[in-house]
């Protein structure tokens, strides 16, 4: 799955390609994930500030339904749907390390462009640590998902947006994301999640154990109150747990964005 870094501070046991150990943080546990992070989170570059910004004006709009707005790249408009959802895809990572490359084949298909697993890691800098959140020697922002997202198709312009912990602010803020690239764009999302012992995980996922992982935002309903989402880990059969994974899932939102907390999502 993906990494916290490139560093060789992951000591975590790297087991089955899903970086998993068995840490000792909680749920939401943003001051643990602090202290435990190896990724670099790099600044935001001058045009991921401006779009984000663009973004969010064009929210607004398209979620109230105030105005049609079609800006390139990026924003559609009329008023989001209080559900929706796009093409089912869920393709099964072909190795265990693969859950990057194996969400942004999907997030391209839903989008219309057909790039390889294979491919898309050799695009990402994927390793057998998986897939940065940032600072995997991309261009040109070193977000490697958002980046390679933007280079294959024009639908959506795609920025990385953190996520600290589950706040109310935070858990709105994420909704409105899933209304506006869902909704009105008819786009997917790409959530980086870690899941902490003792805290919120993915569907089939080990309660028990930490886990970095990629996958695909395809839905939501109840205006973005719950996210569905396809997990790669289904199929893969390099993964001992697979078969505990469904392919398709949904959880409600404020679980998602506590799971995506120390990371976060590529909207």
Same mark, same amino acid.
């Given at each position: 799955?993906?990494?916290?870094?490139?560093?060789?501070?992951?000591?975590? $046991?790297? +087991?089955?390609?899903? @970086?998993?150990?068995? =840490?000792?943080?909680?749920?939401?546990? #943003? *001051?643990?994930? %602090?202290? !435990?992070?190896?990724?670099?989170?790099?600044?935001?570059?001058?045009?991921?500030?401006?779009?984000?910004?663009?973004?969010?004006?064009?929210?607004?709009?398209?979620?109230?339904?105030?105005?049609?707005?079609?800006?390139?790249?990026?924003?559609?408009?009329?008023?989001?749907?209080?559900?929706?959802?796009?093409?089912?895809?869920?393709?099964?990572?072909?190795?265990?390390?693969?859950?990057?490359? $194996?969400? +942004?084949?999907?997030? @391209?298909?839903?989008? =219309?462009?057909?790039?390889?697993?294979? #491919? *898309?890691?050799? %695009?990402? !800098?994927?390793?057998?640590?998986?897939?940065?959140?940032?600072?995997?020697?991309?261009?040109?922002?070193?977000?490697?998902?958002?980046?390679?997202?933007?280079?294959?198709?024009?639908?959506?312009?795609?920025?990385?947006?953190?996520?600290?912990?589950?706040?109310?602010?935070?858990?709105?803020?994420?909704?409105?994301?899933?209304?506006?690239?869902?909704?009105?764009?008819?786009?997917?999302?790409?959530?980086?999640?870690?899941?902490?012992?003792?805290?919120?995980?993915?569907?089939?996922?080990?309660?028990?154990?930490?886990?970095?992982?990629?996958?695909?935002?395809?839905?939501?309903?109840?205006?973005?109150?719950?996210?569905?989402?396809?997990?790669?880990?289904?199929?893969?059969?390099?993964?001992?747990?697979?078969?505990?994974?469904?392919?398709?899932?949904?959880?409600?939102?404020?679980?998602?964005?506590?799971i995506l907390g120390g990371r976060g999502y590529v909207w």
């Amino acid at each position: 799955m993906n990494s916290p870094s490139r560093s060789v501070v992951l000591a975590i $046991a790297l +087991v089955l390609g899903l @970086l998993v150990s068995a =840490g000792l943080a909680q749920a939401d546990d #943003a *001051a643990w994930k %602090a202290a !435990h992070d190896t990724d670099p989170h790099l600044p935001l570059t001058s045009q991921q500030l401006e779009m984000t910004a663009a973004k969010r004006t064009a929210e607004g709009q398209s979620i109230s339904g105030s105005g049609p707005i079609r800006m390139s790249l990026c924003c559609g408009g009329g008023g989001a749907p209080t559900s929706a959802s796009l093409v089912a895809n869920q393709t099964p990572q072909i190795t265990s390390y693969y859950c990057g490359p $194996a969400a +942004v084949h999907e997030a @391209l298909d839903a989008l =219309g462009v057909s790039l390889s697993q294979s #491919a *898309a890691a050799a %695009a990402l !800098h994927t390793t057998t640590l998986g897939t940065a959140w940032s600072g995997g020697g991309t261009s040109p922002s070193g977000y490697p998902v958002p980046d390679i997202l933007n280079r294959y198709q024009s639908r959506n312009y795609y920025v990385p947006q953190s996520v600290g912990s589950a706040t109310s602010g935070a858990i709105s803020l994420y909704e409105n994301d899933l209304e506006s690239d869902i909704g009105a764009i008819r786009a997917p999302l790409v959530g980086d999640a870690w899941e902490v012992p003792g805290g919120y995980h993915l569907n089939g996922h080990p309660p028990n154990q930490q886990i970095f992982h990629w996958f695909e935002i395809r839905g939501y309903f109840g205006s973005g109150g719950t996210t569905l989402y396809e997990d790669s880990v289904h199929g893969a059969t390099s993964i001992s747990w697979s078969g505990n994974v469904p392919a398709y899932s949904n959880l409600p939102s404020s679980q998602i964005v506590s799971i995506l907390g120390g990371r976060g999502y590529v909207w």
